[in-house]
Nanobody, 125 residues
Framework: QPVESGGGSVQTGDSLTLSCAIS????????IGWFRQSIGKEREFVAA????????YYPDSVKGRFTITRGSAQNTVSLQMDSLKPEDTAVYYC????????????????????WGQGTQVTVSS
């Protein structure tokens, strides 16, 4: 079960790092991703990292501002978020993805299997 931490309230332009720890089993061979959802908007797939950590995915909305990194323990993942904007305000969810190969892409969003409870990120202007 993924457990997120690191959410909070920041100002526009600030940085924030979210962490995800996955307990209960070894997820070293699984890709990990982050989704976000805010009120009135569709859920958005914002980052993913392959099981080896060598391949990452970001949509255009966060590319160049968000960085996902797999920890050396493999069961931990961080999401570094820079140059935050008010539109980044959302609940962020860490998710285990059942990717059959060592890769991730936009299609990985459809392979979400285990969800965390979410952590709130609020960016004020």
């Amino acid at each position: 079960q993924p457990v997120e931490s690191g959410g909070g309230s920041v100002q526009t332009g600030d940085s924030l790092t979210l962490s995800c720890a996955i307990s209960g089993r070894t997820f070293g061979d699984y890709a990990i991703g982050w989704f976000r959802q805010s009120i009135g908007k569709e859920r958005e797939f914002v980052a993913a990292v392959s099981w080896s950590g060598r391949v990452t995915y970001y949509p255009d909305s966060v590319k160049g501002r968000f960085t996902i990194t797999r920890g050396s323990a493999q069961n931990t993942v961080s999401l570094q978020m820079d140059s935050l904007k008010p539109e980044d305000t959302a609940v962020y969810y860490c998710v285990v993805l059942s990717e059959p190969r060592d890769t991730v892409s936009a299609e990985s969003a459809g392979r979400a299997r285990h969800w965390g409870q979410g952590t709130q990120v609020t960016v004020s202007s």
